[in-house]
């Protein structure tokens, strides 16, 4: 979903105004992870570019959703899922780092659809998840909630901090994919977990944990940012002295 940092120059057109921010990326796969992309795109056919490879993630995360929708009548959907997932990692992970490689990075257009891309490849996912049967509607609704909230702090840290921080704990996206890979064969064997002498959904509960884990990192992100913004930009400071001639001023330009 979202982009690796390669260590490739930003190029294309200069963008008035627009500086853009610095990624942080710091999961437990990032290293390996940044050479395999980097292997892939010397190697990617000059007829393919960073266009069709984010179509080709979006659509994957559509075929997921519709594969957890399938999977609720016939558990090879759980299958096609994990396959989808692999083809959005190669889609959304190597779209920004090709577009570096080959020195035609659109910095503005990219962070735009990159992101409005994920809103819809979440939606995709939760929305099949939910009607799995594998995890319960509500949690899927959360899940979804909790995600673009956090979106909306990581957004919002990136325009007003210049940082655009990929991963939280040592987990990115990748590792993500890689997790909900991993959810999906324990599904295919043993669907239902008993915890405390109760049945639940596997699905349910990995899903409860990923609300609150989410809730989480973003209230502690926002009360950091919000430190730093305050002492970066404190309330300025103007003496009695100063506002008194100003508002003289005020009044005496006002009664002009």
Same mark, same amino acid.
């Given at each position: 979903?979202?982009?690796?940092?390669? !260590?490739?120059?930003?190029? #294309?057109?200069?963008?008035?105004?627009?500086?853009?921010?610095?990624?942080?990326?710091?999961?437990? %796969?990032?290293? =390996?992870?940044?050479?395999?992309?980097?292997?892939?795109?010397?190697?990617?056919?000059?007829?393919?570019?960073?266009?069709?490879?984010?179509?080709?993630?979006?659509?994957?995360? $559509?075929?997921? !959703?519709?594969?957890?929708?399938?999977?609720?009548?016939?558990?090879?959907?759980? =299958?096609?899922?994990?396959? /989808?997932? $692999?083809?959005?990692?190669?889609?959304?992970?190597?779209? #920004?780092?090709?577009?570096?490689?080959?020195? /035609?990075? *659109?910095?503005?257009? #990219?962070?735009?659809?990159?992101?409005? @891309?994920?809103?819809?490849?979440?939606?995709?996912?939760?929305?099949?998840?939910?009607?799995?049967?594998?995890?319960?509607?509500?949690?899927?609704?959360?899940?979804?909630?909790?995600?673009?909230?956090?979106?909306?702090?990581?957004?919002?840290?990136?325009?007003?901090?210049?940082?655009?921080?990929?991963?939280?704990?040592? &987990? !990115?996206?990748?590792?993500?994919?890689?997790?909900?890979?991993? !959810?999906?064969?324990? %599904?295919?064997?043993?669907? =239902?977990?008993?915890?405390?002498?109760?049945?639940?959904?596997? &699905?349910? @509960?990995?899903?409860?944990? #990923?609300?609150?884990? &989410?809730?989480?990192? &973003? @209230?502690?992100?926002?009360?950091?940012?919000? @430190?730093?913004?305050?002492?970066?930009?404190? =309330?300025?400071?103007?003496?009695?002295?100063?506002?008194? *001639?100003?508002? +003289?001023? +005020?009044?005496?330009?006002?009664?002009?």
């Amino acid at each position: 979903m979202l982009k690796d940092q390669t !260590g490739f120059k930003e190029a #294309g057109p200069k963008q008035s105004g627009f500086k853009e921010a610095k990624r942080i990326q710091q999961s437990f %796969l990032a290293a =390996i992870e940044k050479k395999a992309l980097i292997w892939l795109a010397a190697r990617t056919p000059a007829w393919i570019n960073s266009d069709h490879l984010t179509v080709l993630g979006l659509l994957a995360m $559509a075929g997921a !959703g519709a594969g957890y929708w399938w999977s609720s009548v016939n558990r090879a959907g759980l =299958i096609v899922v994990i396959f /989808c997932l $692999a083809l959005n990692w190669l889609g959304d992970s190597l779209d #920004g780092t090709l577009a570096r490689f080959r020195d /035609c990075s *659109r910095p503005r257009y #990219g962070f735009y659809v990159d992101h409005i @891309v994920d809103a819809f490849s979440a939606f995709f996912l939760l929305g099949g998840l939910g009607l799995s049967g594998y995890m319960a509607p509500s949690v899927a609704l959360g899940l979804l909630v909790a995600y673009l909230m956090l979106s909306v702090e990581v957004y919002l840290a990136s325009y007003t901090l210049g940082d655009f921080k990929i991963s939280y704990f040592k &987990m !990115g996206p990748t590792e993500l994919r890689l997790l909900l890979s991993i !959810g999906n064969i324990v %599904l295919l064997f043993k669907p =239902i977990a008993h915890l405390a002498g109760r049945s639940y959904r596997w &699905m349910s @509960v990995a899903g409860t944990i #990923g609300i609150s884990g &989410m809730a989480l990192i &973003m @209230v502690i992100s926002a009360v950091q940012n919000t @430190v730093r913004l305050y002492r970066e930009e404190p =309330i300025p400071y103007k003496p009695a002295a100063q506002k008194k *001639r100003s508002n +003289t001023g +005020t009044r005496q330009e006002a009664s002009i």
